[in-house]
Structures are given as C-alpha cells and as structure tokens.
C-alpha cells in the first residue's frame, strides 16, 4: 500500500469484535444445480485481497479472495473452517456452490477455506462464516485493516489515506489490542469489582483468624506458662498456635469448597480458557488461604511464647 512498514493490508466491512453482527441465510446446491431445500445461518462478511493476510487468519484449504474477484467477475466466496467442517464432512467444500441470500442471488463458488475468527466476543464458540468479494458485495461500512512492523505506522495509514481523499474524515485508527480491550471492558470490570470483593473478604477473614487465635492464646495463657514452666520451648508453643491456625483454615476450605464449586458453575459464562473447577485455581486459592492463616496466627503464635510463668500463676 505504499506505507513504510506495513505487511499486510485489506478492507472489511465487519470487523472482529465489534458490535457488528450480519448473519445471512444460505443453501448448497446440489449437482443438478438446484438448491437443497434446507437453509442455515452463517456470520456474513465483505472482504478484499490481503484482508486475511492481515488479520493472520490462515488458509487452510483453495485461494483467498484476491484482484481477480472484481465486481464483473464470477461471483466466489469463501468459507470457515466450521462451515466446511459442518456442511461438507469428509470432502473437500473448494469447487461447490453456495446460494446466499444477501445482494447477488447467483450461486456463488466457494474457492478457498480459512481458519475460524470469533466475530462477537472472545468466549464465543467459531461459528460458520461466509466471506465474499467486497467488489462483487460491498456493505455500507467499511473498516481497514493494516499488519505493521512498526508502532507508528498508523498515523502514516492516516496521513495516506487523507491523501487519497482529502474529503473524508479522519479515521479513527485502534490497535487489535485496543480493539480487544474495549470488547472485554464490560468482563474486566465486573472481574475487577469481584476481585475487589475477594480481596476484602480475605482481608475480614485474616482479621477474623487473628482475633481468633489472640482470644485462644489468651485463654490458654495460663496453660501455657505452666507448660514453660515444666521446660517446654518456645518453639513448641508457636508450633502448637500454627497448628491450630492450620486446622481452622482447612476446616474452612473445605467448608468454602462445597458451596464454592456448585456456585462456579453459575460464572461459566464469564470464564474464557478456565472451567469452574480448575484444579490450579482451587489449589492455589487453597494455599494463599493456609498462608494468610499462618501469617495472621504469627503474632498471637510470638505472644504465647513470651508468656512469664511467674505471672500466668499469680493471675489465675
């Protein structure tokens, strides 16, 4: 395209999570060259040469649409890897013919298969998609996108297309990674909030587990001066306070296990490459559970140790 650092370059009129969504209606036809009577629903998209270049979306089965698919040329299409999986198991989709029900009515070849793209959202599962010429189909909206090798090649797509025509607006030109970040805010602020409210519930709970542990500390104060007293080390009472601490916090984990899991399976929706009962996940909650525990019985674990016979017996 004439832009230094720039790899690859093609227009779309629906990108990749945005809130655009067209589904059109196609049908197969058959041998005979008449339509099979059933229809199915695919995402539908327009786009140019170089557009899956950019995108990184592989080929994985004919040619990607390219300059030979002008707007006077056999009308082509190309399809995803979920649609050839589905509507044509065990052979090849490249070679047959698709009705689509949107613009040109003709039936249109399919040419090539590309991998899967998650149109909508990062969690959705790849549905079938259909991709055709955008000079055999153009859609009102149109979208550029550019691979660059350099961080500042935006603002030289700008430059250049202000150039080509100066009538048209400024762009607005986003990043994927801004792309992908504003169709995830809703998530990570929800995420955020219930992050906020875990760690708040962890904070109460190390409060709660050191007010605990001072109160049985104080209780066996006496107890543990006659245990001074009769030789034992300090150590030894620390470890029988951290003890204590250990049991109360497994006790609560397992406790907090069997409502947790059943309630996880409520979060599935908002979970992306994790299910609700993974196992890292449980373990690692499990630990950082033990260790505030044991860091919150620290002090009242110290406190029993510094306990002075001589006083524990006058006061009891």
Do not use: W
């Not at 082509?76 to 040109?104: C, D, M, Q, T, W």
């Not at 034992?232 to 620390?238: F, G, I, S, V």
Request: glycine letters at 8%; aromatic letters at 6%; hydrophobic letters at 50%.
């Amino acid at each position: 395209c004439g832009v230094p650092g720039v790899e690859a370059a093609g227009a779309s009129g629906v990108l990749p999570l945005t809130p655009a969504n067209l589904q059109v209606q196609f049908q197969r036809e058959n041998a005979a060259g008449s339509s099979v009577s059933e229809k199915h629903r695919a995402r539908y998209d327009a786009v140019s040469t170089g557009y899956f270049e950019a995108m990184g979306v592989p080929l994985k089965d004919g040619r990607a649409i390219g300059d030979r698919d002008g707007a006077n040329a056999p009308p082509v299409v190309v399809v995803s890897e979920a649609l050839a999986r589905r509507h044509f198991p065990g052979e090849s989709a490249v070679g047959k013919r698709l009705i689509v029900n949107y613009g040109n009515p003709a039936p249109r070849e399919i040419v090539g298969v590309v991998g899967d793209m998650k149109h909508l959202s990062l969690e959705e599962t790849p549905l079938a998609a259909i991709y055709v010429p955008y000079l055999q189909a153009p859609l009102p909206m149109l979208a550029i996108a550019v691979r660059t090798a350099r961080p500042d090649a935006g603002e030289q797509v700008r430059r250049q297309i202000q150039t080509l025509d100066p009538a048209l607006a400024p762009p607005r030109i986003s990043s994927m990674e801004e792309v992908v970040a504003e169709s995830t805010f809703q998530r990570r602020l929800l995420a955020g909030l219930l992050g906020g409210f875990a760690f708040l519930a962890l904070l109460l709970a190390s409060i709660g587990v050191y007010g605990v542990m001072a109160y049985a500390v104080e209780q066996r104060r006496v107890e543990f001066g006659v245990r001074l007293a009769l030789g034992a080390q300090p150590k030894d009472l620390r470890r029988r306070v951290l003890r204590q601490a250990l049991a109360l916090a497994l006790a609560g984990s397992t406790l907090g296990f069997a409502a947790a899991i059943p309630s996880a399976r409520l979060l599935r929706s908002m979970l992306f490459g994790v299910e609700p009962a993974d196992p890292v996940t449980l373990a690692a909650v499990v630990a950082v559970l033990i260790v505030v525990a044991l860091a919150a019985s620290y002090l009242p674990a110290a406190r029993a140790t510094r306990v002075d016979p001589i006083t524990a017996l006058r006061s009891e």
